[in-house]
């Protein structure tokens, strides 16, 4: 089956621009994540969507960053203005809750570079 | 804060087995403990969970105190391929539940 896309791979910006960031989540996944990477750490969630619904979104930095899933289906997450400390990688995670069965399935991730 | 703890690092030798541990002291009654990897330049990859039962799959094993109050993931024949940053993750299954990850352990394995 096809993974979680996203796109794009790689972005560069200058500090004070926008920029955004897309997820094709797995088919018939309802629950979808960003979650972002700064280099050396572990991925922190962003927001967390069920289907078109926000489930927790206590980490996003929401002067700046906005998320949307469109019909339950793809999401963006935009960053308006970005800030250097926004340099890091914005991760896309799909999952199907069955029971005690939880995997969250990754892309590729996108690579900010904030200048 | 994450509410696991794990060595930044370990090394293993190419064929020998990997005993990753994970410290989760403060794991509630619902909580599942999760291992993910992560593999350089690639999103996070799920490996094996369990609640309170040792697990098996083709990947690893999963070893679980009676207390559950720590973990270890076991590679029972590392590869250079296994190396990659491994994260143990303590959350509930229900709706709503948040994942949060630590800085997890960097494993090298080693020709």
């Known amino acids: 089956e096809a993974g979680v896309a996203q796109s794009p791979r790689y972005k560069i910006i200058e500090k004070r621009q926008s920029v955004a960031f897309w997820c094709n989540p797995i088919s018939g996944h309802a629950t979808l994540y960003w979650y972002q990477q700064i280099l050396g750490q572990g991925p922190k969630l962003l927001i967390q969507?069920?289907?078109?619904?926000?489930?927790?979104d206590s980490q996003l930095p929401k002067d700046r960053f906005s998320a949307e899933r469109l019909k339950g289906v793809d999401s963006t997450l935009k960053i308006q203005p970005a800030k250097l400390e926004d340099s890091a990688v914005y991760l896309c995670a799909s999952s199907l809750v069955r029971g005690s069965y939880n995997e969250q399935f990754f892309g590729p991730g996108t690579r900010l570079t904030v200048l | 804060d994450a509410k696991t703890t794990q060595p930044p690092s370990m090394d293993c030798a190419e064929g020998r087995a990997a005993n990753l541990p994970c410290n989760h002291s403060?794991?509630?009654?619902?909580?599942?403990v999760y291992w993910y990897r992560q593999i350089h330049s690639q999103g996070p990859q799920y490996i094996i969970h369990?609640?309170?039962n040792n697990e098996t799959n083709e990947m690893a094993s999963l070893i679980i105190t009676e207390d559950r109050k720590s973990s270890t993931l076991i590679l029972p024949h590392a590869t250079l391929r296994d190396t990659a940053v491994y994260y143990c993750?303590?959350?509930?299954?229900?709706?709503?539940?948040?994942?949060?990850f630590g800085a997890g352990t960097r494993l090298f394995v080693k020709a």
């Open positions: 969507f069920q289907n078109n619904g926000v489930v927790d």
């Open positions: 993750i303590v959350r509930v299954n229900t709706g709503g539940f948040k994942t949060i």
């Open positions: 403060t794991i509630s009654g619902n909580e599942y």
């Open positions: 369990g609640l309170k």
